[in-house]
C-alpha cells in the first residue's frame, strides 16, 4: 500500500491548497495553480539508510580558487568542492562578468569550466571574454540552451566548476512553466546542486533580484544553496561582494571590487582612497566601520547652515536619516547645540553606504565641526555609538577600529576608548577647544 499526497500549488509564490484555486488566496495571482503529487511514500523503508557519524568518511574540503584574492577570502578560503554558491545581485551589476572571470582563472590551470547560459547566446559571452582579455578560452565549455534537462544524465565529470547564468532563464522542458517561474526557479536549481553535490563539483548559480524584489527570485533557494553571495553596487564604481550566508565559513564577509572596462579588479585598501581623497575642512570627519572582519575607514561630510525656507532642510546620502535626526537632536538637546533651526546636509564620501551605529560619534563630531566652522584636530579618527541620554558607547570591533586607523595615519581616535577619550556628548565642544560663542 502506498500513500500519495496529492494538491495544487501556485506557481507565483508557492502556496499549497488540497483543491484547485482559480485565484491564489496568498499572492491573489490568477490561474497560477499547478497540479503536483508529492512522492510515494513505500511500506517497507530500504535498508542501511542511517549512518551513525563515526563511520562517515571525511575529506579535507579541497578549495578552488577564484582567482581573485579577497572573494576567496569572503568564501572563507575558495569554494568548497561540491558546493553551490548563489550569486545574487541586481541587472547589470556585474555577475556575469565575474562568475567569466572565475571561469577564466579556473581555466588558466588547465581545468575545464561548463559554462551553462540561457541569458545570452554563446557568441555574447566570447565577445565579453575578447573584452575582458580572456584567454585559455578551449577550457571553457559554453552551454547555450536554455532547457537543461540534458544536465540529469550529461557526463559531468571532467569539469572543475559548472556555471548557471542565470536561474531565471532556464527551464526543463517537462515542467509546464515559463522560465523565471518558482517550480521552474526551484527544480533548475534542485536539479544542478544535486548534480553537483553528487560529482562533487562546485557550482555557481547567479539568481536576479530585480528592484521590486519579485517572488521567484533567489530568497526561494537560497535555502538551498550552501553559500549565498550578494552583489552590490555602490557609487564611483565600487562593488561589494557580500556572503549573506556561508556554511564552510564566515558569513558577512566582504570583498570589494572595482568595475573597469577590463572587469572586475579588486581593491585591497579601500582606506587608502579615502585617506587619500580627504581634505580636512569644517565638517569632513574620518570614521572606521567594520563589515565582516575587516574594519575600513571612509570619510563623513557634513554642512549645516541658516535654513533656506521656513523649515529646515534635513538632507543625507549614505547615512540613513532617521540616524541624522538622532544624532542632531541630542546634540541639541544635551550638548546645546541649537541644531533645529538650522538647514542639515550629511554625506558619505564615495557614495557609500553605512549601516554601522559606530558612525554616530563621527556624525555628531561632523556636525559640530561644521557649526563651529572649525576643522577637526588632525590626524582624528572618529568612531562610538551615541544614546539618547548623549552617553557616547562602545561599539564591537573597537580594536579593530583603532587598528586601521593607526596603520592609515589616522592615530588620534576619539571614541570611548580612543586617545581622546569622549564618553559624553557634552564633551564634543572640547575636541574643537571651544564654546560655542566662538561660532564664526
Ligand atoms: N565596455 C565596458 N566598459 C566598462 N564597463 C563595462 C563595459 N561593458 C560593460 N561594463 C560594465 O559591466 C556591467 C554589466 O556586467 P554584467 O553583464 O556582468 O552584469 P550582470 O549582473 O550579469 O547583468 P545582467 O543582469 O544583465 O545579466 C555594466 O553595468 C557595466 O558597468
Ligand atoms: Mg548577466
Known sequence: MTRKKRGYVCDVCGYDAPAWFGRCPSCETW????????????EKAPEGLFLPLENIDTFDHERISTGFFEL??????????GSSVLFSGEPGVGKSTCVLQIASSIASSGRDVLYITGEESARQIKLRANRLGLKNGHHIHVSPSSEIDYLRTADLSGYTLIVLDSLQTVRLAEIPSLPGSVTQVRECANLVISRSKKEEIPSLLIGHITKEGLIAGPKLIEHLADTVLSFEDTARGLRFIRALKNRFGPADEVAVFEMRSDGLSEVQDLSGITVQEFMPAPGNVITAVVEG?????????????KPLYSSPRRVTSGVSIDRMLLVAGVLTKRAGIPLDTLDIYVNV?????????????????????????????????VFGE??????????????????????????????????????????????????????K
Open 293 to 305: 572582519s575587516r574594519a575600513f575607514l571612509v570619510e563623513i561630510q557634513s554642512l549645516v547652515s
Open 72 to 81: 576567496d577570502r569572503a568564501l572563507g578560503g575558495g569554494i568548497v568542492a
Open 349 to 381: 564620501a564615495g557614495g557609500l553606504s553605512l549601516d554601522d551605529t559606530g558612525i554616530d560619534l563621527a556624525v555628531a563630531v561632523s556636525l559640530v565641526s561644521s557649526f563651529l566652522d572649525k576643522p577637526v584636530p588632525d590626524k582624528a579618527c
Open 386 to 439: 551615541i544614546g539618547l541620554d548623549g552617553s557616547i558607547r562602545k561599539v564591537s570591533h573597537m580594536s579593530r577600529r583603532t587598528e586601521r586607523a593607526e596603520i592609515s595615519g589616522f592615530p588620534n581616535t576619539i571614541s570611548p576608548e580612543g586617545r581622546v577619550l569622549t564618553r559624553d556628548i557634552s564633551e564634543l565642544l572640547k575636541i574643537f577647544g571651544g564654546v560655542i560663542s566662538e561660532r
Open 31 to 42: 490561474d497560477s495553480a499547478k497540479s503536483f503529487s508529492s512522492l510515494e511514500i513505500p
